[in-house]
């Protein structure tokens, strides 16, 4: 048996991955290394890469620009403390992500994951009401078929059957929950798609501190694309009823929807909004947490001080990789890219519609999703994909594909024509 084979078979028996039984486990595949869009596997097969691992490598893997400001920052330090210390590369970042994010997003709390900046973003809605002297703001208003992450604030506000999280459902913190979007993208607007909402936030604002939302695109819960229109009625009621308007951008920021952030398809602005994820180009762990004065002059009234600091809260390595990410995107024409990339995934996937296995096929930005009938078998259907040279992680009943960026039409191709047969079922 070789090394990479005895590693697999040790981690088999020792390792967590996510979401997966640790007593009887598939075999995880050993990737020795990653360039480009590919992954090399341990047993020397090449795997274009469709999951960008899980929305994060916009730029493929091992770009030089982002290896160059890895390896500068690691020479200069990789990590400080953050508590009375602060550093270049956080400040180059935050300037940056008050530049990007629209004008009223002024203040920058960095956390070290998406799902701890949606904890961040909960205590920032409730130290907001706390400070302007109302503290029955307590609730979360948001909506089915959500995913906010896995610890247990965000956990209390993903879809209560999909979030993947039902074991905990007794000590979740209980938060109101309105119909998912049923307006689809470019779907026309009929005022009867927001009336769930409009009732549930009209009986409770009184109590709710915040709505939170993943803008457009609902991600774990469903691939689901929903209309701006939606968006932009939520907002205008969240304002009607004072109540904070949270968007989680940590899967669809930085262009994965065709806009720079999803929020921008409605043309409305936040009072708190999550990045992460593509912030770091899927190269180290960061996330941000950005909000107005309006809500940091609630937190500090009367001294208030916001109390989250983790450990490694603005890691210098991070950040300064972050900001060449976000550098390297604007310095390709990453519209016209993921345009292009939309267009090639609408063409690519389009015989999937006449699959009688499939019951819809869509495309939003680089986003490309296959929903059949039924839940697939996960282990089955990797292995066809694998064969097939391209790697990909369906859920449920979403065979779907993010690519990286930087993805070739041939290798696109690839990848949807992956996709094609083994929804057809292929083998
Ligand atoms: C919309 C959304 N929010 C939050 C998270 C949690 O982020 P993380 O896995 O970095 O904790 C995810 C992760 O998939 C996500 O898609």
């Given at each position: 048996?070789d090394?990479?084979?005895?590693?697999?078979?040790?981690?088999?028996?020792?390792?967590?991955?996510?979401?997966?039984?640790?007593?009887?486990?598939?075999?995880?595949?050993?990737?020795?290394?990653?360039?480009?869009?590919?992954?090399?596997?341990?047993?020397?097969?090449?795997?274009?890469?469709?999951?960008?691992?899980?929305?994060?490598?916009?730029?493929?893997?091992?770009?030089?620009?982002?290896?160059?400001?890895?390896?500068?920052?690691?020479?200069?330090m990789?990590?400080?403390?953050?508590?009375?210390?602060?550093?270049?590369?956080?400040?180059?970042?935050?300037?940056?992500?008050?530049?990007?994010?629209?004008?009223?997003?002024?203040?920058?709390?960095?956390?070290?994951?998406g799902?701890?900046?949606?904890?961040?973003?909960?205590?920032?809605?409730?130290?907001?009401w706390?400070?302007?002297?109302?503290?029955?703001?307590?609730?979360?208003?948001?909506?089915?078929?959500?995913?906010?992450?896995?610890?247990?604030?965000?956990?209390?506000?993903?879809?209560?059957?999909?979030?993947?999280?039902?074991?905990?459902?007794?000590?979740?913190q209980?938060?109101?929950?309105?119909?998912?979007?049923?307006?689809?993208?470019?779907?026309?607007?009929?005022?009867?798609?927001?009336?769930?909402?409009?009732?549930?936030?009209?009986?409770?604002?009184?109590?709710?501190?915040?709505?939170?939302?993943?803008?457009?695109?609902?991600?774990?819960?469903?691939?689901?694309?929903?209309?701006?229109?939606?968006?932009?009625?939520?907002k205008?009621?969240?304002?009607?009823?004072?109540?904070?308007?949270?968007?989680?951008?940590?899967a669809?920021?930085?262009?994965?929807?065709?806009?720079?952030?999803a929020?921008?398809?409605?043309?409305?602005?936040?009072?708190?909004?999550?990045?992460?994820?593509?912030?770091?180009?899927?190269?180290?762990?960061?996330?941000?947490?950005?909000?107005?004065?309006?809500?940091?002059?609630?937190?500090?009234?009367?001294?208030?001080?916001?109390?989250?600091?983790?450990?490694?809260?603005?890691?210098?390595?991070?950040?300064?990789?972050?900001?060449?990410?976000?550098?390297?995107?604007?310095?390709?024409?990453?519209?016209?890219?993921?345009?292009?990339?939309?267009?090639?995934?609408?063409?690519?996937?389009?015989?999937?519609?006449?699959?009688?296995?499939?019951?819809?096929?869509?495309?939003?930005?680089?986003?490309?999703?296959?929903?059949?009938?039924?839940?697939?078998?996960?282990?089955?259907?990797q292995?066809?994909?694998?064969?097939?040279?391209?790697?990909?992680?369906?859920?449920?009943?979403?065979?779907?594909?993010?690519?990286?960026?930087?993805?070739?039409?041939?290798?696109?191709?690839?990848?949807?024509?992956?996709?094609?047969?083994?929804?057809?079922?292929v083998?």
């Open positions: 048996m090394k990479q084979h005895r590693l697999a078979q040790w981690d088999r028996r020792h390792v967590w991955h996510p979401y997966a039984s640790i007593a009887d486990p598939p075999l995880a595949t050993m990737i020795e290394s990653a360039d480009g869009v590919r992954l090399y596997t341990a047993d020397g097969r090449e795997l274009i890469d469709g999951m960008s691992s899980w929305w994060a490598a916009i730029h493929g893997y091992n770009h030089p620009v982002l290896n160059e400001a890895a390896r500068g920052q690691l020479d200069r990789s990590h400080v403390m953050f508590g009375g210390i602060t550093h270049e590369p956080a400040v180059d970042l935050a300037s940056m992500l008050v530049e990007l994010t629209s004008a009223p997003l002024q203040k920058v709390f960095f956390a070290d994951s799902s701890v900046s949606v904890e961040v973003a909960i205590k920032m809605a409730l130290q907001y706390h400070g302007m002297g109302c503290p029955e703001k307590n609730r979360f208003l948001t909506v089915r078929s959500g995913y906010h992450g896995d610890t247990f604030g965000a956990m209390a506000l993903c879809d209560p059957v999909t979030g993947m999280h039902e074991h905990f459902t007794p000590v979740l209980r938060h109101y929950f309105a119909e998912s979007p049923r307006c689809r993208f470019d779907e026309p607007w009929d005022d009867a798609y927001i009336e769930n909402f409009r009732k549930l936030i009209e009986a409770h604002h009184r109590e709710l501190a915040a709505v939170m939302l993943e803008p457009i695109v609902q991600g774990a819960g469903g691939m689901r694309f929903y209309s701006p229109e939606y968006l932009r009625q939520v205008t009621l969240c304002e009607a009823y004072d109540v904070l308007l949270v968007t989680d951008e940590i669809t920021g930085f262009g994965r929807t065709g806009e720079l952030f929020c921008d398809h409605a043309g409305i602005s936040p009072d708190i909004m999550c990045l992460g994820k593509a912030l770091t180009g899927g190269y180290l762990t960061l996330a941000a947490t950005i909000t107005t004065n309006r809500v940091s002059d609630g937190i500090s009234k009367n001294g208030g001080v916001l109390m989250h600091g983790p450990t490694f809260m603005a890691n210098p390595l991070a950040c300064a990789v972050a900001s060449a990410s976000i550098r390297l995107l604007f310095d390709r024409p990453w519209r016209e890219t993921v345009h292009c990339i939309e267009q090639r995934l609408l063409s690519g996937l389009a015989p999937c519609a006449s699959i009688p296995g499939v019951a819809d096929v869509r495309a939003l930005g680089a986003i490309g999703v296959v929903e059949m009938k039924t839940p697939v078998d996960l282990a089955a259907v292995k066809q994909f694998v064969k097939r040279g391209v790697w990909l992680r369906p859920f449920g009943k979403l065979i779907y594909t993010m690519p990286p960026y930087i993805i070739s039409d041939d290798d696109l191709d690839l990848v949807t024509g992956a996709i094609v047969e083994v929804a057809g079922g083998k």
